[in-house]
């Protein structure tokens, strides 16, 4: 569960905030997306639920952040660890550095938080299998391709089972099956194991099947709020620097050209554009 | 016209890239790439595509002599890579790393821009010029004086693109160039390969983003395992969806679209697609 309450931040010396009166509730098992152009406030929105602002950037919090029952202007990054897992955006900042196997690097969370060495074991192997990691599970984490070190990153955090996980652009560098992967387990976190689940992205394609919600950042406020179908079918998205799937694209160019003119509901997914185009 | 090494910002020299039954393993003993063999024409425009680990880097980074081949050749027109340095490479080949913070060497954009030119040897005037120019087709004018990491990562790609825009090699490759973007970044990075392509220049990209390998790149190299699985036009490879999936790729969400339609074509731009469904109302 995460709630902001009128939360504006800047950075050290910016005159403009990142975030400004940004008032939010994500109630425990939702998959929540948040989209928006470079430099909307997505970032700094996963490093606020996940402490990183203020306690990492410093600069001028305002408002009130709790997140899973805490209060995180007021607690620590070490505190926090234990409650909201963060992947960041470039997996080279995730890597530790201080391990030599993949296995290792994943298991170092757990190490940190005093787990049994069989808990631990079984909980890395199974990871690792999730994560398609298992056959690189030796090799050292700086010998791994972008897309790998990606997976990584993902299952560094994953691991911890932490009850709020908030994910920077995890799918960057992973191939478009992957992605996919990537976007399932996070529904079946959220659906299943009740987790709180927020995730920056660009692939709107994915968010359209898989989210529950769909938030848009724009210069730092939230300007939409609402579902997939509803936020990324509408006519304002492209005005905040995003673009809608080719899906709610070629349907509203067939609408400017007489077909279906009286459907109101634009398809935003696959299936959705096939049952459109039928 | 063919570039002698003296004249290095001539963009327009044909010069074809030959990769012969190239093989490579890594330190850790990764194969990375088994028997690898394409010829790229000069003003070809190139996407590989392929899985999280396929060998898609490794290739590129042979192109430009990054990596020499274990067994195997490859030419840059005349150049075998490992009869040449890395530096001498640059005059024809331009790389744009996965990870800008692995290329970006100065502390202001602008210096980080001039590096390349000036390391080719570029006269100051055209030099200029070119950092000029390269600066204002990224969008990144205003940041000349910036320091790369007081810029956003996705930004800090864009001064590596100009980087290498502005060594006006021959050949230009770009690897992930999308990652990160916004859709007004993925469009500039569009219209950037657009245009290299308008002056004839040989673009190479590895991608993860089909979709801006359809509406681009006349031909695509599908990789898996360090091996090519498919090798054609664009149009004709990307739809391909069974060879496709074997590499954790799928095809465009337009072409999903048609094969999921049934249509008998299955169009890359939402203005063919349009076209092939209202027209056969």
Redesign the interface.
């Given at each position: 569960m995460i709630r902001l309450r009128d939360v504006t931040y800047f950075y050290p010396r910016a005159t403009t905030p990142a975030l400004a009166d940004v008032t939010l509730e994500i109630p425990a098992g939702q998959f929540c997306a948040v989209i928006?152009?470079?430099?909307a406030g997505k970032s700094t929105l996963c490093y606020t639920l996940a402490g990183f602002v203020p306690h990492f950037y410093r600069g001028k919090l305002s408002g009130g952040v709790e997140v899973a029952g805490v209060d995180v202007p007021a607690s620590s990054l070490a505190k926090l660890a234990g409650h909201v897992g963060l992947v960041f955006?470039?997996p080279?900042n995730q890597i530790t550095g201080a391990r030599f196997s993949v296995r290792e690097e994943i298991a170092f969370g757990l190490e940190n938080m005093g787990v049994p060495l069989d808990e631990m074991e079984a909980r890395v192997e199974d990871i690792l299998g999730f994560a398609g990691l298992r056959d690189l599970a030796e090799?050292?984490p700086f010998?791994?391709?972008?897309?790998?070190q990606?997976?990584l990153a993902i299952a560094s955090v994953l691991v911890m089972r932490p009850p709020v996980i908030v994910l920077d652009?995890p799918t960057?560098?992973?191939?478009?099956?992957?992605?996919?992967e990537v976007f399932a387990v996070l529904r079946d976190l959220a659906a299943t194991d009740a987790a709180t689940v927020v995730l920056a992205e660009?692939k709107l394609?994915w968010v359209a099947v898989f989210a529950d919600r769909v938030l848009v950042l724009h210069e730092g406020r939230i300007v939409a709020d609402g579902l997939p179908g509803d936020v990324l079918a509408s006519a304002d998205l492209?005005q905040y620097?995003?673009?809608p799937?080719?899906?709610t694209?070629?349907a509203r160019?067939?609408q400017a050209?007489?077909?279906r003119a009286d459907r109101h509901d634009l398809p935003v997914t696959?299936e959705e554009?096939?049952e459109f185009?039928? | 016209m063919k570039d002698d090494g003296q004249r290095p910002t001539e963009a327009r020299a044909p010069m074809p890239i030959v990769v012969e039954d190239v093989s490579f393993t890594?330190p850790?003993g990764?194969h990375a790439l088994r028997g690898v063999s394409l010829r790229v024409s000069p003003g070809e425009a190139v996407a590989i595509v392929?899985?999280?680990?396929a060998g898609k880097?490794t290739l590129v980074k042979h192109l430009n002599g990054l990596l020499k081949p274990g067994t195997g050749r490859v030419t840059i027109g005349d150049w075998d890579t490992r009869e040449h340095t890395v530096a001498k490479m640059a005059a024809r080949v331009g790389y744009v790393f996965?990870?800008p913070?692995d290329q970006i060497v100065e502390r202001t954009v602008g210096d980080e821009v001039a590096f390349g030119p000036r390391r080719l040897g570029q006269p100051a005037a055209e030099q200029q010029a070119n950092v000029a120019a390269a600066l204002a087709t990224v969008g990144l004018t205003e940041a000349a004086k910036t320091h790369p990491y007081d810029l956003?990562?996705?930004?800090r790609k864009l001064v590596t693109l100009a980087s290498v825009l502005a060594m006006r090699t021959p050949i230009v490759i770009f690897d992930?160039p999308t990652?990160?973007?916004?859709?007004?970044?993925?469009?500039l990075i569009g219209d950037i390969v657009d245009r290299l392509k308008a002056e004839g220049r040989t673009v190479l990209t590895i991608t993860?983003d089909?979709?801006f390998c359809a509406a681009h790149f006349g031909r695509a190299i599908v990789m898996a395992d360090g091996q090519v699985l498919a090798d054609g036009p664009a149009a004709d490879v990307l739809t391909r969806a069974d060879v496709l999936?074997t590499?954790?790729?799928?095809p465009?969400?337009?072409v999903?679209?048609a094969q999921?339609?049934r249509l008998k074509r299955a169009p890359l731009t939402?203005?063919e697609?349009?076209a092939e469904?209202?027209g056969s109302?």
């Amino acid at each position: 569960m995460i709630r902001l309450r009128d939360v504006t931040y800047f950075y050290p010396r910016a005159t403009t905030p990142a975030l400004a009166d940004v008032t939010l509730e994500i109630p425990a098992g939702q998959f929540c997306a948040v989209i928006g152009a470079n430099g909307a406030g997505k970032s700094t929105l996963c490093y606020t639920l996940a402490g990183f602002v203020p306690h990492f950037y410093r600069g001028k919090l305002s408002g009130g952040v709790e997140v899973a029952g805490v209060d995180v202007p007021a607690s620590s990054l070490a505190k926090l660890a234990g409650h909201v897992g963060l992947v960041f955006a470039n997996p080279f900042n995730q890597i530790t550095g201080a391990r030599f196997s993949v296995r290792e690097e994943i298991a170092f969370g757990l190490e940190n938080m005093g787990v049994p060495l069989d808990e631990m074991e079984a909980r890395v192997e199974d990871i690792l299998g999730f994560a398609g990691l298992r056959d690189l599970a030796e090799r050292s984490p700086f010998a791994l391709s972008g897309g790998q070190q990606q997976r990584l990153a993902i299952a560094s955090v994953l691991v911890m089972r932490p009850p709020v996980i908030v994910l920077d652009e995890p799918t960057s560098q992973l191939d478009p099956i992957g992605s996919k992967e990537v976007f399932a387990v996070l529904r079946d976190l959220a659906a299943t194991d009740a987790a709180t689940v927020v995730l920056a992205e660009q692939k709107l394609e994915w968010v359209a099947v898989f989210a529950d919600r769909v938030l848009v950042l724009h210069e730092g406020r939230i300007v939409a709020d609402g579902l997939p179908g509803d936020v990324l079918a509408s006519a304002d998205l492209t005005q905040y620097g995003l673009q809608p799937t080719r899906y709610t694209q070629v349907a509203r160019a067939a609408q400017a050209a007489g077909f279906r003119a009286d459907r109101h509901d634009l398809p935003v997914t696959l299936e959705e554009a096939v049952e459109f185009f039928r | 016209m063919k570039d002698d090494g003296q004249r290095p910002t001539e963009a327009r020299a044909p010069m074809p890239i030959v990769v012969e039954d190239v093989s490579f393993t890594y330190p850790s003993g990764t194969h990375a790439l088994r028997g690898v063999s394409l010829r790229v024409s000069p003003g070809e425009a190139v996407a590989i595509v392929g899985e999280n680990g396929a060998g898609k880097t490794t290739l590129v980074k042979h192109l430009n002599g990054l990596l020499k081949p274990g067994t195997g050749r490859v030419t840059i027109g005349d150049w075998d890579t490992r009869e040449h340095t890395v530096a001498k490479m640059a005059a024809r080949v331009g790389y744009v790393f996965q990870n800008p913070d692995d290329q970006i060497v100065e502390r202001t954009v602008g210096d980080e821009v001039a590096f390349g030119p000036r390391r080719l040897g570029q006269p100051a005037a055209e030099q200029q010029a070119n950092v000029a120019a390269a600066l204002a087709t990224v969008g990144l004018t205003e940041a000349a004086k910036t320091h790369p990491y007081d810029l956003t990562a996705p930004q800090r790609k864009l001064v590596t693109l100009a980087s290498v825009l502005a060594m006006r090699t021959p050949i230009v490759i770009f690897d992930e160039p999308t990652m990160g973007q916004d859709a007004r970044g993925v469009a500039l990075i569009g219209d950037i390969v657009d245009r290299l392509k308008a002056e004839g220049r040989t673009v190479l990209t590895i991608t993860h983003d089909i979709d801006f390998c359809a509406a681009h790149f006349g031909r695509a190299i599908v990789m898996a395992d360090g091996q090519v699985l498919a090798d054609g036009p664009a149009a004709d490879v990307l739809t391909r969806a069974d060879v496709l999936a074997t590499t954790n790729v799928e095809p465009p969400q337009l072409v999903r679209l048609a094969q999921a339609l049934r249509l008998k074509r299955a169009p890359l731009t939402v203005e063919e697609f349009v076209a092939e469904v209202v027209g056969s109302e």
